[in-house]
C-alpha cells in the first residue's frame, strides 16, 4: 500500500520540488499552501506523514498551530518540520508541540527522504506487530506495543510515535544506561542529540502531568538516560 505524504508549504515551487522527489521514490504526496486548507483536507481524511513549514502565508506560525491541531486529532501520526527557521527556540517549540522530527530547508534532498523514510518505517514495523499483542509492565508503566498505548498509574499518557519508542526502549532494560545514540536506533529514526533531549524532557512532562512526583527517567550525565526502577 502506498504511503501518503501531506507536505504543507506556501513557496509553491518548493513545494513541487519535495513533491516530485518524494513521487520518485513511490510515494504518493498531496500539496497544501496553507493551515486553513490543510486543516480541512486533515479532518475528511489523515495522511500517512506530514511535513510542515512553520511560517505559512500571513501566518507566521501557522506551522506550529497546525502541528498541535494535527496532533491533537491523530496522537500518533509521524509529523516532520521542514522549514528555514533554524533557531533553537524554533526548534524546541517544534517538538514540544509533539512534531517527531525538526528539519531545516538546508538539507539535502536525499537525506530529507531518509528521514522520511525513517519514520515511516516505525509505523510499519507497529503494524506488523499488530497482531503480537506484545506488552511492557515495569512498575506503574504499562506499554501496549500493539496498539501503541501507554498508560501509567492506571492512566493514559498520549505519546507520539518517537516518544513511545524512547519509553519502550528505557523501560525494557530498568536501570541500564541507554545513550542518545541507542534511543535514536530504538526509535528508529535520525536525530541530533540536542533533538533527543527535547524529546525526553517532554515525555517527562507528560508523566508529571498525572504523577508530580514521576522520576523514572533518571539522566546518566554525559552518557545517556535510564530508567529508574
Not at 22 to 31: A, E, P
Request: hydrophobic content about 40%.
Amino acid at each position: 500500500m502506498t504511503a501518503t505524504i501531506a507536505i504543507v508549504e506556501d513557496e509553491r515551487a518548493i513545494a513541487e520540488n519535495y513533491r516530485d522527489a518524494l513521487r520518485r521514490s513511490g510515494y504518493r504526496v498531496d500539496l497544501y499552501s496553507s493551515r486553513p486548507e490543510a486543516l480541512g483536507a486533515f479532518r475528511q481524511r489523515l495522511p500517512d506523514l506530514a511535513v510542515i513549514d512553520v511560517g505559512l502565508g500571513a501566518e507566521i506560525e501557522g506551522g506550529f498551530e497546525l502541528c498541535r491541531e494535527l496532533r491533537a486529532m491523530a496522537p500518533t501520526l509521524p509529523i516532520l518540520f521542514l522549514t528555514a527557521r533554524d533557531s533553537e527556540l524554533d526548534i524546541i517549540s517544534g517538538l514540544r508541540l509533539g512534531a517527531d522530527d525538526y528539519l531545516t530547508k538546508d538539507i539535502s534532498l536525499p537525506h530529507m527522504q531518509a528521514r522520511i523514510n525513517a519514520l515511516l518505517r516505525r509505523v510499519s514495523v507497529l503494524r506488523d506487530q499488530s497482531d503480537d499483542g506484545e506488552t511492557l509492565a515495569q512498575g506503574h508503566l504499562d506499554l501496549d506495543i500493539s496498539r501503541l498505548h501507554c498508560r501509567w498509574r492506571g492512566e493514559p499518557v498520549d505519546l507520539t510515535v518517537t516518544e513511545f519508542w524512547i519509553v519502550h526502549a528505557l523501560a525494557k532494560r530498568p536501570g541500564h544506561v541507554k545513550s542518545r545514540s541507542q534511543l535514536m536506533e530504538a526509535a528508529r529514526v535520525v536525530l541530533d542529540d540536542n533533538t533527543i533531549t527535547s524529546h525526553v524532557k517532554r515525555i517527562r512532562r507528560k508523566f508529571q502531568v498525572l504523577d508530580e512526583s514521576f522520576d523514572a527517567i533518571g539522566t546518566a550525565y554525559g552518557m545517556g538516560y535510564r530508567w529508574q526502577v
